[in-house]
């Protein structure tokens, strides 16, 4: 299979792979630059230009979802009704050159900024996850950047002008670490300039509504 089975790293396909002997795309063009030689990618990679224009359909296809039911909803709800769209945060092969993960869900190049633009017109908030997710909790081979997708997002939800909420992902009430991650987030969009619109406690247990 082309783009690999499920349970394939990206390096074990040919579409998601490195290029070549392990070195980064980057790295790729540098080498290819120096040399003065043309850019030229297998057409069943990423980043030839099938490659991305199929990524490109796919996660046009998925704004274009994302706007058409926000706009009805608005329709639906009026113009006052504070609506969210949760925008799950991928943060596994993040540091990939491919980030496979989020490709392969749609999220592709800058989705973040035109997510944030598609919800600008209906003047909603970007509710986002994995708020409490540190990358050195994550297992090497992940290759996971949480932190800095959850900034990202609240960086993109800033240049559009939406308000940024947040969610935890897993249950972490009984980890300090991750409880103080959450906070640390939160203070890191506001100083940002973003507007923090609320957070989402998932997972919540009756004993987090005991008083003292």
């Not at 120096?34 to 230009?49: D, R």
């Not at 935890?168 to 103080?180: K, M, P, R, V």
Request: net charge negative; glycine share 8%; proline share 5%.
């Amino acid at each position: 299979i082309l783009l690999g089975e499920y349970s394939d790293a990206p390096d074990d396909t040919k579409f998601w792979t490195k290029l070549p002997n392990q070195f980064t795309i980057k790295e790729y063009l540098l080498s290819l630059l120096q040399a003065s030689a043309p850019t030229k990618y297998p057409p069943e990679h990423f980043s030839h230009p099938s490659g991305e224009a199929f990524l490109a359909w796919y996660s046009n296809r998925l704004i274009e979802h994302g706007d058409k039911v926000m706009g009805i909803a608005r329709g639906v709800f009026g113009p006052t009704m504070r609506l969210a769209a949760k925008v799950s945060g991928i943060h596994w092969l993040r540091a990939h050159p491919s980030h496979a993960a989020e490709e392969t869900a749609g999220y592709h190049a800058n989705y973040l900024d035109r997510v944030c633009a598609m919800l600008a017109k209906t003047k909603s908030v970007l509710d986002f996850t994995c708020f409490e997710m540190r990358a050195h909790s994550q297992p090497s081979f992940a290759l996971c950047q949480p932190e800095l997708l959850v900034q990202s997002a609240a960086e993109a939800a800033h240049r559009a002008g939406v308000e940024f909420a947040g969610e935890n992902a897993l249950f972490c009430w009984t980890d300090e670490g991750q409880i103080e991650q959450i906070e640390a987030q939160c203070e890191l969009a506001v100083r940002g300039g973003v507007s923090m619109a609320g957070f989402t406690v998932l997972r919540l247990e009756h004993w987090l509504l005991i008083p003292g």
